[in-house]
């Protein structure tokens, strides 16, 4: 390796650089060593009591794949904040550990039981910033060896960078350690529940941690050795930096009140970087101005005015025409915003559908963290003449869930089979679906041509909901770009969700502070078909055909 070559920005030169639309959208750029030093702790010994308390709660008595991560995981998260609960005890406020080590330990607890739907989500600070190298990462396999090419720049920020630094450069070196291996490390700080999904994230996370659901990186900057197309060996060193954001964090529809914010599955972590990574990359991208015209003029007007492949949601899709007989859309995401009806989401999909080849349709899933549930299983139907099953939904058996079902009439149905848990000493509640058998069957076929679906690691839940309804019905082929999608069985929700269904019962919650935030995995689903009854949970979709990315892939899509 040459000399380290230090990068030529400052975190406030880029801020002066990036454009007028962009500032609208990140907020003033500071390093991560003095974003820290500005960032005091406010949380009280009585504060970090009932955190503890809470998270006991809801892992405890509500947390469904308790059973399941105790055996698989060999890990007991309730025994570790019982002892944290006990060493606050004999705690005095003038001897607390600094914030970050509590915050640090229990994001800790919350990520060994490997679930991306039951996170503790960082308080006020951390919660509206997030830390950032200016480049993405994608790895390649090459003679049976993975390879790290970065394939983006940060929009604004080439010039800030040395010359041999672009997109196109191999990473072989992160800090001294080889590239493959310091990916490795990271996964094993992530939740991701087979390993295929672990390493999918801690490639994820290398360059971008939104610290509403991450801690803020260890060290202060990074020495990148890397290799250039015309293979020389060289090093820069890059400074993490770190923004505000103005992202709608709640456009995750999770809002008490929301009639969508009981049937979401999403894992938080990755529909934010993938918010972030359009701020950074691709900010014409960003979804404000769209979201505003929704508001005005409604989701469906927009929708009937639309022509052409271009997606009047371009935050959801993207599509386009392979040849005269092949056509291809990727699904980014199925995380609607509050003014977007799962209806308007299926329009839009149809609507781009009607347009494409009738030969052959590529579905590409790559990515896609989740979002509605019935978003995401009610456009199985355009595809298959076959019935969709939706797939159903498991309580686990406590007091506190049956408590749940009885005050809530929509939950009604789980009641029966909760109360007879108690006899029958049963783990779970029988199942019912969350999409219902007419949202998932009311428009029927429409494409009747042969599809293939494209996945990896990094799909989850409501994403791994879909694949499994395509295996589950037969409609084609998974090409897979991972051995396993991420393996989120289960509808996820917050404990101000909880809070409100429980107010005035013997269960009742406890406001947190600091607008800190906590989510479990509440229902967990099972397949239909051929694999009836077997959990994603953990498991995931195994693909028919796997595919490893060359870079031949990478640097087409470079061009």
């Known amino acids: 390796m040459s000399n380290i070559t230090k990068s030529q920005n400052s975190a406030q030169k880029f801020t002066k650089t990036i454009s007028s639309t962009r500032k609208e959208r990140i907020g003033a750029i500071q390093t991560l060593n003095d ?109 049976n060896q993975l390879h790290f090419l970065v394939t983006k720049i940060a929009k604004g920020y080439e010039s800030h960078l040395p010359p ?40 994820q996370r290398m360059a971008r941690r939104p610290m509403m659901t991450s801690l803020p990186p260890d060290e202060e900057w990074v020495i990148i ?19 505000s954001t103005p992202l709608d964090f709640s456009s995750t529809d999770s809002s008490v009140g929301s009639e969508n914010s009981y049937n979401i599955g999403l894992d938080l972590t990755t529909d934010l970087i993938s ?21 005005a003029i409604s989701v469906k007007n927009i929708i009937e005015k639309a022509e052409g492949l271009r997606s009047v949601m371009p935050q959801f899709f993207l599509a386009k025409k392979i040849s005269e007989d092949i056509g291809y859309i990727r699904i980014f995401s199925f995380n609607l915003p509050r003014e977007m009806t799962t209806i308007d989401f299926i329009n839009e999909f149809l609507r781009l559908l009607m347009q494409l080849p009738r030969k052959g349709l590529i579905i590409d899933l790559r990515g896609n963290g989740g979002g509605r549930i019935p978003a995401a299983e009610s456009l199985l139907q355009l595809l298959t003449p076959r019935k969709i099953t939706p797939e159903p939904y498991q309580f686990i058996s406590s007091p506190l869930t049956l408590e749940m079902t009885c005050r809530t009439t929509w939950l009604n149905s789980w009641t029966p089979s909760l109360t007879e848990s108690v006899t029958t000493g049963s783990s779970f509640s029988r199942g019912f679906p969350i999409t219902t058998t007419n949202e998932a069957n009311n428009l029927g076929q429409q494409y009747h041509g042969p599809v293939i679906l494209i996945t990896d690691a990094l ?70 078909g051929e694999y009836a009854g077997t959990p994603i949970e953990d498991l995931g979709i195994t693909p028919d055909i796997r595919h490893n990315m060359t870079s031949r892939d990478l640097r087409k899509m470079l061009n």
């Open 459 to 528: 799909c989850y839940s409501a994403t791994d909901l879909f694949a499994a309804g395509f295996q589950d019905h037969q409609i084609g082929n998974i090409l897979g770009i991972d051995g396993n999608t991420g393996a989120g069985g289960a509808n996820v929700w917050e404990h101000s969700l909880l809070k409100d269904m429980l107010t005035g019962s013997k269960y009742e919650l406890k406001s947190l502070p600091s607008n800190l935030n906590m989510r479990v995995s509440i229902r967990r689903n099972v397949r239909v």
């Open 164 to 203: 041999t630094f672009k997109s196109g450069v191999d990473i072989i070196y992160w800090n001294g350690v080889p590239m493959q291996r310091a990916v490795e490390i990271n996964a094993n700080k992530n939740a991701g529940s087979n390993l295929a999904a672990r390493f999918a994230r801690g490639l």
């Open 225 to 243: 050795g890397y290799r250039t197309q015309d293979g020389l060996d060289l090093e820069y060193r890059q400074e993490w930096l770190v923004s």
């Open 35 to 143: 974003f820290l030093s500005n960032s005091t702790g406010r949380l009280t010994l009585d504060d970090r009591k009932i955190v503890v308390e809470q998270a006991l709660t809801l892992l405890e008595r509500s947390y469904v794949h308790l059973p399941l991560k105790k055996a698989m995981h060999a890990v007991d998260p309730i025994q570790r904040l019982r002892l944290l609960q006990l060493r606050l005890d004999e705690t005095s406020s003038n001897k607390m550990d600094p914030e970050l080590e509590f915050h640090k330990e229990m994001i800790d607890i919350f990520t060994s039981v490997r679930d991306l739907h039951t996170n503790y989500m960082l308080p006020t600070p951390f919660s509206s910033y997030f830390a950032f190298l200016p480049f993405q990462i994608e790895s390649y396999t090459k003679d």
């Open 275 to 295: 918010k972030m990574d359009k701020i950074l990359f691709a900010p014409e991208n960003v979804i404000e101005d769209e979201l505003r015209l929704a508001k």
